[in-house]
């Protein structure tokens, strides 16, 4: 919605709308106990599966379209399995994604995942170094410009403040930290604030 100049949501920025909790769970299971579906969890587990997966509906529901494979005793046992399984692997999907997108937005995508608080500074001179230190040659303000456009139009960032972004996804920062952990010192890239 933001990526043209022309859009009508350009520098408009996010809000933090309430999470669903066990409420949403609990309607869940019970729309599946409506149904005759044998294979359902505890709620206390469904609910930490379904955290687990970000909060989101349609991971919950894969989790328990999976977690009918199993007999009904082994629910609570599988489910947290299965949710971190799909976890993972949204995550590296995610990662996937980034690299396809080429070394300038794995450079960028780096530099925004390092940020506590949300990344700023993103287009400042010492970012610009980073990323040219990255991609092995001289990177531009409106290059940048133009991946964080593309990073938010895939949901991979979001702009949260005048000149502050953040990783959409809080797991992906995670798993994103950590593979910035394993490069060497000298490639991984330094906020500067």
């Known amino acids: 919605m933001t990526v043209g100049h022309t859009s009508a949501f350009l520098g408009a920025t996010s809000v933090e709308l309430p999470k669903l909790g066990n409420d949403y769970v609990q309607f869940v299971l019970q729309t599946l106990q409506r149904e005759g579906v044998k294979v359902i969890p505890s709620l206390s587990v469904a609910s930490q599966s379904f955290s687990l997966l970000g909060r989101r509906p349609e991971e919950l ?10 007999q009904p005793q082994e629910t609570d046992r599988y489910l947290p399995v299965i949710a971190a399984t799909l976890k993972e692997v949204a995550a590296d999907i995610e990662i996937k994604r980034i690299d396809e997108m080429g070394v300038l937005a794995g450079a960028v995508s780096s530099y925004v995942a390092q940020a506590e608080e949300g990344a700023i500074g993103i287009f400042s001179l010492a970012a610009l170094d980073s990323y040219a230190g990255a991609v092995g040659r001289e990177v ?27 990783i959409t996804d809080p797991y992906l920062q995670h798993i994103w930290r950590k593979r910035i952990a394993t490069l060497p010192p000298a490639i991984r890239f330094q906020q500067s604030h």
């Open 61 to 70: 529901q894969r989790a328990l379209r999976i977690l009918q494979q199993y």
């Open 140 to 166: 531009t303000a409106d290059q940048v410009q133009r991946i964080a456009h593309l990073l938010q139009y895939e949901d991979i960032i979001v702009r949260n403040g005048y000149g502050r972004y953040a």
